[in-house]
């Protein structure tokens, strides 16, 4: 049996060959900290964010995409293992997982541990933006380059990719999480306004947007607590502020792809003025980011097909085509 996992540090990925992904669930492990005993995983768990007494802990047990705790990565591997294997078969399963282009020796060391020690017969761990990249139907084998940008939940991996490698490369901690962040500092400062993560979280995708519009803009409402009164307030807010919210993060999101395309060859960036920035991950649903960014480079941007599921798929096709893809497993 196989297994392809993006682990990623907001959500966990699962895709199964001739299955597709069968698995979308938040990186997420609720441990009660009297005994330490994991009560809780993945979409469980996030629901009990703001919301637990004082003995119960949510951690996200990655960080910018490596193992921030070992034990809890360790149970989000097991839990999501256990829940596609059958109960029935007693063969441990291959696995290929997604690591962050930086990662060091030492953090690829851990992953492949903890996929080891929760059930995996053997682990491959491949480079985030190379799977983001098959996965987004890039031919990464091809002598052209490729540009894929990888928005996440705790990182933006940027990279260009040609001959089956990856030429050059940046990882910024600017991602998801930190949009999360942005749009509530902004509600604190400009409103007075305390929400929660996951009332950012819903806000970024229902309406988030990445410039700001003279009309045609949308609207929402949100509540949180007021920081004058401490009680429940509820306002109405639109996607121009979500954008002037999270403009200074998209801003070090286009700088470093500007840093990133300066780095590289002149006749690779020739082939990537022909063929475009491909954006992936769940960071790539913001509204006009493509626009944003193609404004900023000149160079077109394409939003993958279904971003969010990128690297998942991207172990997929691999599994299915091993000889193909040889070169992804040599870092």
């Known amino acids: 049996m196989k297994i392809g996992i993006d682990l990623g540090t907001a959500n966990t990925i699962v895709f199964l060959p001739k299955k597709g992904v069968v698995i979308n669930e938040p990186s997420v492990v609720a441990v009660e900290e009297s005994t330490k005993r994991v009560i ?18 949510i951690y996200r047990p990655l960080k910018e995409g490596v193992i921030a705790d070992y034990k809890v990565t360790l149970a989000i591997l097991k839990y999501f293992i256990s829940k596609v294997k059958s109960p029935f078969s007693f063969t441990k399963p291959e696995v290929i997982i997604s690591v962050p282009a930086g990662i060091s020796s030492a953090e690829k060391r851990a992953i492949i541990d903890a996929a080891l020690e929760a059930g995996a017969k053997n682990v491959w761990p491949i480079k985030e933006p190379l799977l983001a ?17 990888n928005i996440g939940g705790g990182t933006t ?22 949009f999360d962040a942005s749009i509530m500092d902004y509600f604190r400062r400009n409103y007075a306004l305390i929400i929660g993560e996951q009332t ?34 509820t306002i109405k807010i639109t996607s121009n502020e979500i954008a002037e919210a999270i403009t200074r993060d998209l801003n070090q999101i286009l700088n470093e792809i500007k840093k990133v395309l300066s780095f590289t060859p002149p006749e690779l960036v020739a082939d990537i003025m022909n063929q475009g920035i491909v954006l ?34 991207g172990t997929g096709i691999i599994m299915e085509k091993l000889d193909v893809y040889k070169r992804v497993f040599n870092f």
């Open 280 to 313: 992936s991950g769940g960071g790539a649903l913001v509204k006009d980011l493509d626009v944003l960014i193609s404004n900023a480079t000149k160079i077109p941007v394409h939003v993958a097909e279904e971003p969010i599921f990128c690297v998942a798929r």
């Open 157 to 178: 991996e940027i990279a260009v990719i040609s001959l089956g490698g990856i030429v050059t490369f940046s990882s910024l901690r600017v991602a998801g999480d930190k």
């Open 40 to 57: 809780a995983v993945g979409q469980e768990a996030k629901e009990m964010i703001g919301k637990t007494p004082g003995d119960i802990k």
């Open 200 to 233: 950012a979280e819903k806000v970024k995708i229902k309406i988030s947007s990445a410039i700001v519009k003279k009309n045609k803009f949308e609207t929402d409402e949100i509540t949180g607590v007021d920081m004058a009164t401490g009680l429940p307030k």
């Open 133 to 149: 990249a098959i996965g987004a139907g890039l031919p990464i084998n091809a002598s052209i380059g490729n540009m894929i940008v």
